[in-house]
């Protein structure tokens, strides 16, 4: 998968499951504000992100998100050590 195809797979995703706008899911927009999620729903995230990408996420792991792109680039990076690892 490109990075492109992980992004696009993630908003796939956010828009399905949170019914979020896909017009405001942007790179720069701030990510717990603009879906409306709580602490409980960082759990479906968790559980989502599992199910998608085979990943799993932290509690440490939200503790840096402030957008779409950190995100994104959080599951980028998990994806991509998992595939190192399985080399």
């Not at 992980?6 to 908003?11: A, D, L, S």
């Not at 990510?31 to 479906?44: E, G, N, R």
């Not at 440490?60 to 680039?73: A, I, M, P, S």
């Amino acid at each position: 998968m490109t990075d492109q195809e992980i992004i696009n797979k993630i908003n796939e995703v956010l828009v399905s499951e949170f019914e979020a706008d896909p017009t405001e899911i942007k790179p720069e927009a701030p990510l717990l504000q603009t879906m409306q999620i709580d602490s409980l729903d960082l759990v479906d995230v968790v559980v989502l992100i599992d199910k998608n990408f085979g990943i799993i996420l932290t509690e440490t792991d939200f503790t840096e998100l402030k957008t779409f792109q950190t995100f994104y680039d959080l599951i980028i990076r998990k994806i991509r050590e998992k595939e190192t690892s399985e080399k």
